[in-house]
C-alpha cells in the first residue's frame, strides 16, 4: 500500500509538472513573435514540450505500479492545477464556475479515495 502512495504522488507531481508546461505555452502564446519559426522555435516552447515528454516518460514507468482505475482521478488534478496556476502566475480571474467545478473534483478525489 505505501508503494501506491509514492507513486500516486509521483503521477500528481508529473500532473503538476505539465500544468506548469501549459502555463509556460500559455506565455509563450502571449507574446508577439516576428515570424512563425520564432513562433514555434523558442526557448519557452521547446521547454515545454520537453518537460511534457519527461512527464509522460515517467508516467508510462509509474504506470506498470498502480491500478490504472486510480490514474484518471489522479489526473482530473490538472483541472485544478492549471486554474489556479492561471491565477497567481498568469493573474487571470477565475469564474464562479470555475471555484465549484474545483471544488467539485476535489470532493471527488477525496470521495474516491476513502
Known sequence: MNDYIIYSAVILA??????????????????????????????RVILAYFIFLIA???????LRYIPLSLVPILESAAFIFIPLLSLFLLKEKLKPTQY????????????FSL
Open 14 to 43: 508529473m500532473v503538476f509538472i505539465s500544468a506548469c508546461s501549459q502555463i509556460l505555452l500559455k506565455k509563450a502564446a502571449l507574446i508577439s513573435w516576428k515570424s512563425k519559426l520564432a513562433e514555434y522555435l523558442n526557448w
Open 100 to 111: 465549484i467545478g474545483i471544488i467539485l473534483i476535489i470532493s471527488g478525489i477525496v470521495v
Open 56 to 62: 509522460a516518460v515517467v508516467n508510462f514507468y509509474v
